[in-house]
């Protein structure tokens, strides 16, 4: 039988009272770090009508170059109450010096991503690079995602989507704020 660890040996620091400090390559999205919250909406030709979603997106790192992404979603009613779990994704976006981003996005529905982009002037635009698919997967050709930080500390996301025989369109869109 396996015997959790109540104290992990190997923390992402030295002390489990030690926040590492961001590696430098890291600057140019310091400003996503940590967990949004916010609304959005949705919609693609396969789909039937538009729908809204709540959405929850976290950025951390281990002070080395590259951030841990998380985003989940939950469809939700008009009311605003959930009505079930949607997308959920996690990765890896490495920052390079030139201010280039490679990310790593993996979802359980057996599609995973390899995206480029950049970094700068609070916004981060990412496009397929590669995808790899399950042999169950749905299909997906190509995406296009960007995150901006606006003036008055919101979150933007836009994420264009190219799947099941329609070319590259809008997907989502959501406006996030930082959890307190």
């Known amino acids: 039988m396996f015997d959790p660890v109540l104290d992990n040996p190997y923390p992402d620091s030295l002390r489990s009272d030690d926040v590492p400090a961001p590696h430098e390559l890291l600057a140019p ?14 919609g693609y030709p396969t789909i039937s009508g538009d729908f809204s979603y709540a959405q929850e997106v976290t950025f951390s790192h281990d002070g080395r170059p590259f951030l841990r992404y998380e985003a989940r979603a939950w469809l939700i009613g008009a009311d605003d109450t959930p009505l079930r779990p ?7 976006w490495r920052l390079q010096p030139d201010g280039r981003v490679e990310a790593l996005i993996t979802q359980p529905t057996g599609i995973a991503e390899i ?6 002037e609070n916004t981060v635009d990412l496009s397929t690079h590669q995808v790899a698919l399950t042999p169950t997967a749905k299909e997906v050709d190509a995406t296009r995602r960007r995150y ?6 919101t979150l933007t996301f836009v994420h264009d989507l190219a799947a099941v025989g329609q070319p590259l369109q ?7 704020r930082r959890k307190a």
């Open 148 to 153: 901006t930080l606006t003036d008055d500390g």
């Open 170 to 176: 809008h997907h989502l869109s959501a406006r996030l």
């Open 29 to 42: 999205v310091l400003g996503l770090l940590g967990t949004w919250h916010g609304r959005g909406q949705g």
């Open 115 to 120: 995206a480029v982009g950049y970094a700068g």
């Open 86 to 92: 949607s997308a959920r994704e996690s990765g890896w």
